[in-house]
């Protein structure tokens, strides 16, 4: 099936700072990427929708000059977390939706990273 | 509004036994249904999947979920649970476009006592 693969899996940063995730499609070209949150024990919540040369779609509540989103390649999403801070601390999961040769379309998730800020 | 319900937000089952996980969803459009399986830390896999076709879907590790339209319902079973299955469920709806993200319910957590 397709892969999707997220870097760094795992990042500890201090407060202030930023931070950039990367999310590739390995094997396939995706125009639209998709960015979700997870808090502790709780659901993803879609961010943002990722979409290539073009400005990300930002969901309600999500502030586009604190998670910006940047789809310069059919293969690559990258999601920066600007000026960091303790409550920015998550887990941030990457998806990419294709369809594998003769089925529907799926949606396949990178690994995930858990950033923490300190 | 579109939306994807899971109920029981804690189960726990003994080893061995069946198991049922419930999902109800709200979608204007013809949903496409997942089910995945997150485990502490870790990112998603996909156990199963609907769209079309025969409403008994399925899935990898010897899950299978059942789509009734009438009820806007895509329940997860498994006849016989292993302590491996302890983890945290996840429902979710979408549109057939790859263009459209999915929407989850809260999630599920698994727990299997021996």
């Known amino acids: 099936g397709a892969v999707v693969s997220q870097h760094p899996s795992r990042v500890i940063c201090k407060s202030g700072t930023s931070v950039k995730i990367e999310c590739r499609s390995l094997d396939f070209q995706a125009t639209t990427m998709f960015w979700y949150r997870q808090f502790p024990k709780q659901s993803l919540m879609l961010m943002a929708t990722s979409n290539e040369g073009s400005k990300a779609t930002y969901e309600q509540g999500v502030e586009k000059d604190k998670f910006l989103i940047n789809h310069a390649s059919l293969t690559l999403s990258t999601l920066t977390v600007t000026s960091a801070h303790p409550e920015d601390s998550s887990f941030y999961i990457c998806?990419?939706?294709?369809?594998?040769?003769?089925?529907?379309?799926?949606?396949?998730f990178g690994q995930g990273t858990r950033l923490t800020v300190v | 509004a579109q939306s994807v319900t899971q109920p029981d937000i804690h189960i726990t089952v003994s080893e061995g036994a069946s198991l049922e996980l419930r999902c109800n969803y709200s979608?204007?459009?013809?949903?496409?249904l997942f089910w995945y399986v997150q485990s502490p830390g870790q990112g998603l896999q996909l156990l199963l999947k609907y769209f079309s076709g025969d409403t008994l879907v399925q899935g990898i590790k010897g899950f299978e979920a059942e789509f009734k339209r009438s009820q806007s319902s895509f329940n997860l079973r498994k006849p016989s649970v292993h302590w491996s299955d302890a983890a945290e469920y996840f429902c979710a709806v979408g549109a057939v476009q790859a263009g459209t993200a999915l929407i989850f319910g809260k999630g599920t957590t698994l727990s299997v006592s021996s």
């Open positions: 979608y204007g459009a013809t949903p496409y």
């Open positions: 998806s990419a939706r294709a369809a594998p040769a003769g089925g529907s379309t799926e949606a396949f």
